[in-house]
């Protein structure tokens, strides 16, 4: 039986689940990326050699989209829709996904990519018995099973490392793993570093860096300020100061929210340039000019924050708004026009 037809036939018995799943999204949510669609369906039909021709692309320097986004994140995102997805047969769809992908990695010993697909499979049949409420929601057995999970893909890495690491996909994966692993976070930087001298365009790397930092980890304001200065200076010849705005961006989405230039050490008018660098790349991308919209709400910048909404007119992606969007929208809105 060939893989194609093996993955048709996982589709078959969770077809219904599955793509009711991909079709759902929330209301108002921008259009699929090229680079997540394209993924999404050539792991649903067990097409490894786009994957690999997709993957290939998207490393190359300078794979951002008109929005200024990564397209080799969309990619990643595409692929997890997969191996996240969410069927009433759980168990079944999970270990056949390992198997598909186990599979696939031992017909092509030397792609980098079959192997981190399947140490990420393993990864997200974990999370299945985790789940992704509070630690202390989780009964101990299915802890338990979900350690054991990130513990075998983290073995499998390993095991398979002088493949794996020359794509620094495998050092994202390592990271997101080892962070809920309380691997030590200096060991975090150090794989960040070795994944960011493979690609130093692999953005994905220090964002994942940035949410080990965050207090809800058992990081800290000054060490994710640290970080993000050092990330920041890093990839300045290809992104300017707009890392800088990325990261703590993601710190406020994942983390502060409104709270951000309160709780932690941004500094809005670094944050303000980092926008700008990436308005002046990428003139067209109403998700940036969004994101900073919100930023300059949460700033205080009344001037700003005036000056994108007009900027923005109806073209409003509530995705970029954070936390309950559309009343945080209003209230922003509110505020700029109140006298």
């Given at each position: 039986m060939s893989m194609q037809t093996a993955l048709r036939g996982v589709r078959?018995?969770?077809?219904?689940?599955?793509?009711a799943w991909l079709a759902a999204g929330p209301l108002h949510a921008a259009p699929t990326p090229p680079a997540n669609e394209a993924a999404t369906d050539a792991f649903w039909r067990g097409d490894f050699g786009a994957l690999e021709q997709q993957n290939a692309l998207y490393r190359q320097?300078?794979?951002?989209?008109t929005n200024g986004g990564s397209q080799l994140s969309q990619m990643r995102m595409g692929l997890d829709r997969v191996t996240d997805n969410k069927t009433a047969n759980a168990?079944?769809?999970?270990?056949?996904?390992d198997r598909l992908t186990l599979q696939w990695a031992q017909a092509q010993p030397q792609s980098a990519l079959a192997h981190i697909l399947h140490a990420r499979a393993l990864s997200a049949h974990g999370w299945s018995y985790r789940g992704n409420g509070l630690a202390d929601e989780v009964p101990a057995q299915a802890m338990r099973d979900f350690i054991a999970y990130q513990q075998r893909a983290v073995k499998y890495l390993q095991l398979h490392a002088d493949v794996a690491l020359n794509d620094s996909y495998a050092h994202y994966t390592l990271i997101a793993i080892g962070k809920t692993l309380n691997w030590d976070r200096k060991a975090l930087q150090a794989i960040a570093q070795q994944g960011l001298a493979v690609n130093p365009q692999d953005i994905d790397i220090p964002v994942e860096i940035v949410a080990s930092l965050l207090p809800k980890w058992g990081g800290d304001a000054r060490s994710l300020d640290a970080y993000i200065r050092q990330a920041s200076a890093q990839s300045r010849a290809f992104l300017g100061t707009g890392l800088y705005a990325l990261l703590y961006s993601a710190a406020a989405k994942n983390q502060y929210q409104h709270a951000l230039f309160q709780d932690s050490h941004a500094n809005w008018d670094l944050v303000?340039?980092?926008?700008?660098?990436?308005?002046?790349?990428?003139?067209?991308?109403?998700?940036?000019?969004?994101?900073?919209a919100w930023m300059a709400c949460m700033a205080k910048d009344r001037a700003t924050l005036l000056a994108l909404l007009g900027?923005?007119?109806?073209n409003i992606d509530l995705a970029e708004w954070g936390a309950n969007p559309?009343?945080?929208?209003?209230?922003?809105?509110k505020w700029a026009t109140q006298l």
């Open positions: 078959q018995v969770t077809a219904y689940a599955a793509l320097p300078g794979s951002f989209d168990e079944a769809y999970l270990s056949e996904v303000k340039q980092g926008y700008d660098d990436f308005l002046q790349r990428y003139p067209a991308s109403n998700a940036k000019r969004n994101r900073y900027q923005l007119g109806t559309e009343r945080g929208l209003e209230a922003c809105r």
